[in-house]
């Protein structure tokens, strides 16, 4: 296992609060204030109770969502390192942004039971806290183990990391929301890291739910797709295989995030009570690219078929059922009458939030004021993320 350290952000010494320290449910309430008004003290991971409230709630969350992601991405078909299920060459990582760590862990607990016997995988963390990244090299070096290589380098993101060429995988989790007045300077950036990508090599962000996160991440998409027309092209979770300017952009009143369903354990539930969070699903904004030379395929939807993602909570009200859906360029109030309720479509009444279904065009729909109707003879079936795509990869 190799180490590389650069352009230091940090001394790494953690400090201490002294005999005053407060205790973990209040370090890591102050983290979450600080979190939700997107004003996180600079160097919060250089102070050990921050740190290590962050490594205790906040990290599983991230690994939980990079496990996730990390599945559905490898469910894609066409990736240059993935072919029948095996990874049968050297696989090369970078996380933008690490922290601990525990994005990073959670794709590298999905791609490395699918290495083939001595591949080894070779990983690059950056970040600007020598502290976090110390507690990321062991998190991550316990995993690898003598599979690969493990560098990592210092620095304060937007500047540029050294950067190793033909990556497969560039990851970057957590930044945008901490940094959301200067988004635009990861625009260039996430440009030149996916021009290091191999053909057909991945980006993976993930942000989270709340609004302002997430119509941060949505405008870092548009700007990529505007920037560099045809570098890439996006996977998941815009339906239809659209690289249309996101529709959420245009209220902003609107944003787009999912609801993933997760077991939660029995800590994670107690301190998110203590913090005042509600763990009912895991919530997350999330974009997975893919580095194309081709341009982006047809819409997979046919003249009476249509991908549509539910991009709002599911309302049950009296005698009727809707949600937003989203078809990839714009946004749809649809419902579902309950008395039209049967075998075909009640599947409906079951759908979470950025879950994906099939079912007429919305052009398709007879309107009543604000909705578009679903019919008892309309049928409808859930898109599961892990399945729905070609099945080459096994």
């Known amino acids: 296992m190799t180490n590389k350290k650069t352009a230091r952000e940090s001394t790494g010494k953690i400090r201490s609060a002294g005999k005053t320290a407060p205790t973990q449910a209040e370090a890591l309430g102050k983290l979450s204030k600080n979190f939700v008004a997107h004003n996180p003290e600079p160097a919060y991971m250089d102070r050990e109770e921050a740190l290590l409230s962050y490594r205790s709630y906040y990290h599983p969350l991230?690994?939980?969502?990079?496990?996730?992601?990390?599945?559905?991405?490898?469910?894609?078909?066409?990736?240059?390192?993935?072919?029948?299920?095996?990874?049968?060459?050297?696989?090369?990582?970078?996380?933008?942004?690490?922290?601990?760590?525990?994005?990073?862990?959670?794709?590298?607990?999905?791609?490395?039971?699918?290495?083939?016997?001595?591949?080894?995988?070779?990983?690059?963390?950056?970040?600007?806290s020598l502290s976090a990244?110390?507690?990321?090299?062991?998190?991550?070096?316990?995993?690898?183990?003598?599979?690969?290589?493990?560098?990592?380098?210092?620095?304060?993101?937007?500047?540029?990391?050294?950067?190793?060429?033909?990556?497969?995988?560039?990851?970057?989790?957590?930044?945008?929301?901490?940094?959301?007045?200067?988004?635009?300077?990861?625009?260039?950036?996430?440009?030149?890291?996916?021009?290091?990508?191999?053909?057909?090599?991945?980006?993976?962000?993930?942000?989270?739910?709340?609004?302002?996160?997430?119509?941060?991440?949505?405008?870092?998409?548009?700007?990529?797709?505007?920037?560099?027309?045809?570098?890439?092209?996006?996977?998941?979770?815009?339906?239809?295989?659209?690289?249309?300017?996101?529709?959420?952009?245009?209220?902003?009143?609107?944003?787009?995030?999912e609801d993933r369903a997760f077991i939660f354990s029995r800590e994670i539930r107690e301190m998110a009570r203590a913090v005042g969070h509600v763990r009912d699903a895991l919530k997350m904004t999330d974009l997975i690219a893919q580095k194309t030379a081709q341009p982006s395929p047809a819409p997979a939807g046919t003249p009476d078929r249509t991908v549509l993602r539910l991009v709002s909570e599911l309302k049950k009200e009296r005698g009727m059922a809707w949600g937003i859906f989203c078809d990839g360029r714009e946004r749809h109030r649809i419902r579902l009458l309950l008395r039209h309720k049967n075998k075909g479509n009640s599947l409906f009444l079951e759908l979470s939030r950025g879950d994906g279904i099939w079912t007429h065009p919305p052009d398709n729909l007879p309107r009543h004021g604000p909705f578009l109707d679903l019919s008892s003879d309309d049928r409808i079936e859930r898109i599961d993320p892990l399945t729905s795509h070609a099945k080459e990869n096994g």
């Open 62 to 128: 991230s690994c939980a969502k990079g496990k996730m992601l990390a599945e559905e991405a490898l469910s894609f078909p066409d990736l240059p390192f993935f072919r029948n299920g095996r990874i049968l060459s050297p696989f090369r990582i970078m996380d933008w942004g690490t922290g601990t760590g525990g994005f990073l862990e959670g794709v590298l607990q999905t791609v490395l039971p699918r290495l083939e016997p001595d591949i080894p995988v070779n990983a690059f963390l950056v970040d600007r």
């Open 133 to 257: 990244l110390s507690l990321a090299r062991e998190t991550i070096g316990q995993l690898v183990g003598g599979r690969g290589t493990l560098s990592t380098q210092c620095l304060r993101l937007p500047d540029m990391p050294d950067m190793p060429g033909n990556l497969d995988v560039l990851l970057q989790a957590n930044v945008l929301a901490e940094h959301p007045e200067s988004a635009g300077a990861f625009v260039p950036l996430l440009g030149k890291g996916i021009h290091r990508l191999v053909n057909g090599g991945l980006l993976i962000l993930a942000e989270p739910a709340d609004r302002l996160s997430s119509r941060t991440l949505l405008s870092v998409r548009d700007a990529l797709i505007a920037t560099f027309p045809g570098l890439f092209r996006i996977l998941s979770p815009c339906p239809n295989g659209q690289d249309a300017p996101c529709p959420a952009l245009r209220d902003e009143r609107d944003w787009c995030h």
